[in-house]
């Protein structure tokens, strides 16, 4: 089992940042592939971005260039930073692990955290 738990999310105005970090727990954290997910009301969980084991990144276009995903095996933690925030990136975030391989789709992750709200405001 894999412990997720997510922090960071909050209220900001448009073209603000946010910080959100994801603290793993519970089995060997460098085996994990980690991504971040977002859900809007009303709209399916779609992919933010991921990180695999060689720190390779991948985002979605809608955040290219805007956030930054990163991991730190060392303190079992993954971030996103995210900047030049929009209205339509208001959702809830998650954080999850997909053991050594990452993925595209949000069903093919076994461990999530329980979300953390990011609203921003126009």
């Known amino acids: 089992q894999v412990q997720l738990v997510e922090s960071g999310g909050g209220w900001v105005q448009t073209g603000g940042s946010l910080r959100l970090s994801c603290a793993a727990s519970?089995?060997?954290?460098?085996?994990?592939?980690m991504g971040w997910f977002r859900q809007a009301p009303g709209k399916e969980r779609e992919l933010v971005a991921l990180?695999?084991?060689?720190?390779?990144?991948y985002y979605a276009d809608s955040v290219k260039g805007r956030f930054t995903i990163s991991r730190d095996n060392a303190k079992n933690v993954v971030n996103l930073q995210m900047n030049s925030l929009k209205p339509e990136d208001t959702a809830v975030y998650y954080c999850a692990a997909r053991l050594y391989n990452s993925d595209t789709d949000y069903r093919k992750y076994a461990y999530w955290g329980q979300g953390t709200q990011v609203t921003v405001s126009s």
């Open positions: 519970g089995r060997t954290f460098s085996n994990y592939a």
């Open positions: 990180i695999n084991l060689r720190e390779i990144t």
